[in-house]
Structures are given as structure tokens and as C-alpha cells.
């Protein structure tokens, strides 16, 4: 029987993380028949947990680390489900984060739907500004309508639509790439307010500057296959503006909610310092490529 949604889940961060997640996508509410498809490289932790509590779930493992962009390809090469969800090992479903996208993609004819992110680590401040450097533009409310930007953690595909862009990353899903094909293609993303997802990771200082920095040289890096030499070094030499324009885009897009406005000033040292790290790994990146730093994603 072919499942009514396929949810892929590269897991990276252990098994105190996963275990949340996928106990959350068990108490789903609705009888809706889901596959769950987990593509981990953290090893024998994760083996036991899916045997032991969800064995009903398939587990794609890998012997040695892998990037989150390669375990979520090989995730959504497994799966046989009309909609494809993608979410995070760190991240917890509501109940009924299943009817929602079902009925997100009923109504709406758009290839890729997303939805909100709210933060669920809330006792520290270093988690507050990890979740605003991430996450500003996808506090709830979401706007309910066409979009350029979806959340990672929370997005949702029609197969029918984008099977031909699965095909065409097929060794690595970077979701700002293959959301710019789908665009590309005179299609939308639509945001849906009503599909809704909680964050809750927690970092040291030194883990997300390195994580910011690895994220922005990857991404960087990447990118270069797909522009003019002219645009690589109009972004590579137009990197160390990106600290003042970051910070205040995000600080505009946390206003507009008028929602954590003293979490937010509080996290203002925090952000200029990932700001930085994010422009300093966006310039390595144009200059000299990727790397291995996709490795260092979580």
C-alpha cells in the first residue's frame, strides 16, 4: 500500500535528539499512513533506537559521517510517497503536522509547501540566537500565500511536480537550490501558516560560529557551479558587506511579529558574531569552494 507521506530525516545529531522526533511522528494524530525514512551516520545508538521503539520505521545507515545534504538525497531516493516531507533530527512535529500537510497540499496546487519554525530551546540565550539566525524569517505567523523562501526543517513536496528535480540532486539536496529549480521553472512556493514545527537544538558559542561558518562556505561553495565567474566575485568581494545587511534583516523581520523582542536585543551580541563567521565563510567559499565543510553540519 502506498503510503500517504513519505517523512526523511537525515540524522546527525544522537539519539537524545531522533528519539523526541520520531516518538512525536508516532502520536500523530488522524490514522494517516506515513513512512518514515531516517538516513543516519551516527551509528549504533540510532540501530537500536529504530529497532527497539520503531522498528516499523527504515533506517538508511552510514559507517562513516556524511553531510546533511547527502543523507536527506538518499532518504528521498527511498521513498514512494505522493508527498515528500522533509524535517530534522532536532525538530518536534505538533500532532497534527500529518493532516496539515495533507490538507496544505489538497487545496493548493503549489509543488512545494512550508510552514512555520518557533523555537522550543528557550532557557538560554545562545539558543535564542541561533534560532533567530536561522529561523527569523519563518517565526508564526507565516504569511499564507506565494513565497521565496521555505524552511528546511518544514517542507513538504508533491512528487508528481518535482520528481525530475529529486532526480537532478540526487547526491546532494541542498533545499535553497532545489527551491531557486522549482522557481525556475515559473512555479511557487507556497507558505501555509496552519504547518507548523518546533525547533529545539542546543549550542555552545563555539559549535554554531563553526557551524555558521561551514554552513556559509558550503553554501557559497556550491553555488559557484551555478554562476558567472562576474557573479562569483561580485558576491566574493561584496562578502564583508554582509554582516550590517543580515543583521538588519533579521532585526526587521523580528519586529514585524512584534513576538521575542527581548530575546532578540539579548541575542544581538551572538548574532553579530555569527554575522561574521557567516561572511567570513561565504568569502572562503566564492574564493576557494566548499571543501569538506558540509561535513560539519548539523
Known sequence: MTPQLSIIIASINGREYLEHCLDALEKQDGGITAEVIVADCVGDEVTKLLREKHPQMKLISFAEKQSVPKLRATAIA?????????????????????????????????????????????????????????????????????????????????RSQTQHIFNSNEEE???????????????????????????????????????????????????NESISLKQRLIYLFGSPLLPPMLMLRIGKRVWAKKRHLPEFAMSLPYLLSFMVAWSVGEFVGYATGPGDSALYLT
Open 173 to 223: 539536496f541542498w533545499e535553497t537550490f532545489v527551491h531557486g529549480q522549482i522557481e525556475s521553472e515559473g512555479k511557487q512556493l507556497w507558505s501555509d501558516p496552519s504547518v507548523s514545527m518546533i525547533h529545539k537544538k542546543h549550542f555552545t558559542f563555539s559549535d554554531f560560529i563553526s557551524e555558521r561558518f561551514h554552513y556559509s562556505r558550503a553554501f557559497a561553495g556550491t553555488r
Open 78 to 158: 527511498q521513498t514512494s510517497g505522493q508527498i515528500i516531507a522533509v524535517t530534522e533530527d532536532h525538530c518536534i512535529p505538533p500532532s497534527g503536522w500529518y493532516q496539515s500537510l495533507l490538507k496544505a497540499h489538497e487545496v493548493n496546487p503549489a509543488p512545494a509547501i512550508g510552514g512555520a519554525v518557533d523555537n522550543g530551546a528557550t532557557k538560554r540565550i545562545i539558543d535564542w540566537a541561533v534560532f533567530f539566525c536561522e529561523y527569523s524569517n519563518f517565526i508564526s505567523p507565516v504569511a499564507d500565500g506565494v513565497v521565496h523562501d521555505l524552511p528546511g526543517p518544514n517542507v513538504s513536496y508533491k
